[in-house]
């Protein structure tokens, strides 16, 4: 088999070696960040990466007559996601990452895929927070308190 993993010195314990990797990536320029990191952690421990970003449409009257534009722009939305998703893939290096775009709920589709694809390791952005932002609750919180496996959050540059 592979070499074992590092002994943590401040637990004696060794660290787990991630198998698969879900990363999330929002398509904002910090999403590199956030790429970079799963990335590295793949390559040290020949890791398969999952890149998924969630397409939250929310129609304008959502019981209306313009339903079905509604629907054709959601599904302009997730098309045009995944050309950029893949466009981002190949500029980072991210050549053995397979792209995900889900539509629907932030937050329930970063745990409903995560679960779907078995992953030992979710990946995601964080951005510090100041204020009256402390009390809300932000994708990264519901990731970190429900998701089944790991959850490392990269500390996001200004």
């Not at 449409?57 to 997730?78: A, H, K, N, Q």
Request: aromatic share 4%; glycine share 6%.
């Amino acid at each position: 088999m592979g070499e074992a993993a590092p002994l943590l010195g401040y637990t004696r314990i060794r660290m787990n070696r991630y198998k698969k990797i879900l990363v999330l990536l929002d398509l904002s320029d910090s999403s590199e960040q956030v790429a970079f990191a799963a990335r590295d952690i793949a390559a040290d421990a020949h890791s398969e990466i999952v890149a998924l970003h969630v397409v939250e449409f929310v129609p304008v009257e959502p019981m209306g007559e313009t339903m079905m534009p509604s629907l054709e722009i959601e599904r302009d939305l997730i098309k045009r996601s995944g050309e950029r998703l893949a466009e981002l893939k190949d500029r980072w290096g991210l050549t053995q990452t397979r792209c995900r775009v889900e539509s629907g709920n932030t937050k329930a589709e970063i745990l409903r895929v995560a679960r779907e694809e078995s992953v030992d390791l979710i990946v995601l952005g964080s951005r510090e927070r100041h204020g009256l932002a402390i009390l809300v609750n932000f994708t990264e919180d519901t990731v970190l308190h429900n998701a089944q496996c790991d959850v490392l959050a990269v500390r996001l540059k200004r």
